[in-house]
């Protein structure tokens, strides 16, 4: 049975080489013995922060299957609304068709509803028309337009 729990320090290789494993991910991405400090510093970050949450899908083997990241964000808008940005979400190549995605996703989605989100959104590079696919088959609505500046 899969497992949906907080990802640890020893899950950051797994996780890495899952956001590497496509075209996009493989250009922006560095997977390395030992992982980057970068990395590193990125999970001890995300791992003091109460509002953000990195977890992975675990096979009854152990096995890190997938991952995906939530930040718990409050907002004055809409009458003080917590919203819960779901990003990261992959799941290992030789894993995909399972259903692990879907399990994963209604898991955050019920983490978000624990935590008292309102909202749950996400973004995915318009690039990933599977992935476009598969969060419209979920109830995701394209609702706005996303803009990103890189610094």
Aim: neutral net charge.
């Amino acid at each position: 049975m899969l497992k949906i729990r907080t990802a640890t320090r020893d899950d950051l290789s797994a996780i890495v080489a899952m956001l590497a494993d496509d075209a996009l991910g493989l250009a922006r991405e560095v997977v390395s013995d030992p992982v980057d400090r970068r990395y590193v510093a990125a999970f001890e970050a995300i791992e003091a922060d109460d509002n953000q949450l990195l977890a992975v899908a675990v096979s009854p083997e152990g096995q890190v299957l997938g991952c995906l990241q939530i930040s718990f964000i409050p907002g004055l808008s809409r009458l003080g609304l917590w919203r819960g940005q779901i990003e990261s979400v992959r799941v290992a190549a030789d894993a995909r068709g399972g259903g692990i995605g879907r399990q994963m996703l209604a898991w955050a989605i019920d983490t978000c509803r624990a935590r008292g989100c309102k909202l749950v959104q996400l973004t995915s590079d318009k690039r990933r028309d599977d992935a476009i696919r598969f969060y419209r088959s979920l109830g995701f609505e394209p609702t706005h337009e996303g803009f990103k500046l890189s610094l």
